[in-house]
């Protein structure tokens, strides 16, 4: 028996689909396993606005809180938002896994850590800086096991902010977001950014200042 050859179309796209195939495992690209890091930040920034410390996980559109646990002060972070996760003031918000090649890379997706930087009394109401460190890790196979993460982006935000007598109501006066190339990606230690704010005893305005960066920034907020 012979059987008839496949005709010049199914040749063709047996050809493209192949090809797509290989692209897609080549290149890790898929995708359902891409998301979105909106919903993240507006978890973060609703936490901040409140005034109130978190470690949420976020699962098919879901929130799963998880303990803080931690009573110590952010003071001595010195404006790290790295630093202050781990205070009584840290905001952690995780997002879901994103795999690459079926499943074989793995660990991928956005982190957002930081907190409550600095809280300067400036008569009523008062005024906070508050600071976000985010992460993009692209996924990566975990083996051997004590393998980290092969790529990673790095990117702050910066928030000033007016709260009420309340301390769970607050707006925000100025955003700031800084992104490579201001951010360079570099050793633990070595390239820490920083922000701090001071008010301006001549004029009513307050000076913010991030350390750390490509090169240096500060910029007056006049109020």
């Not at 850590?113 to 993009?136: N, S, T, W």
């Amino acid at each position: 028996m012979h059987w008839p050859l496949p005709s010049r179309t199914n040749r063709v796209g047996r050809l493209g689909l192949f090809g797509v195939i290989s692209i897609t495992l080549l290149t890790g690209f898929s995708p359902d396993a891409l998301t979105s890091r909106a919903p993240l930040d507006v978890i973060w920034e609703r936490h901040m606005l409140n005034g109130m410390p978190a470690n949420i996980y976020v699962e098919d559109g879901h929130e799963v809180a998880r303990a803080t646990g931690s009573t110590e002060p952010f003071e001595p972070t010195r404006g790290n938002p790295a630093s202050v996760t781990y205070s009584k003031e840290g905001i952690i918000v995780t997002g879901p896994q994103e795999t690459r090649m079926l499943g074989l890379r793995r660990h991928g997706g956005w982190s957002l850590h930081g907190g409550r930087l600095q809280r300067l009394a400036a008569g009523d109401p008062g005024f906070e800086l508050y600071g976000k460190h985010v992460i993009c890790t692209a996924p990566y196979f975990p083996f051997p096991f004590h393998r980290g993460p092969q790529e990673q982006q790095w990117s702050y935000e910066f928030f000033l902010l007016k709260r009420d007598q309340t301390g769970r109501a607050a707006q925000i006066i100025r955003k700031w977001v800084f992104e490579p190339p201001m951010v360079i990606l570099g050793p633990p230690g070595r390239y820490e950014v920083s922000a701090d704010m001071k008010r301006d005893p001549s004029a009513p305005g307050i000076t913010v200042t991030v350390h750390g960066l490509a090169k240096p920034f500060e910029e007056r907020v006049a109020f």
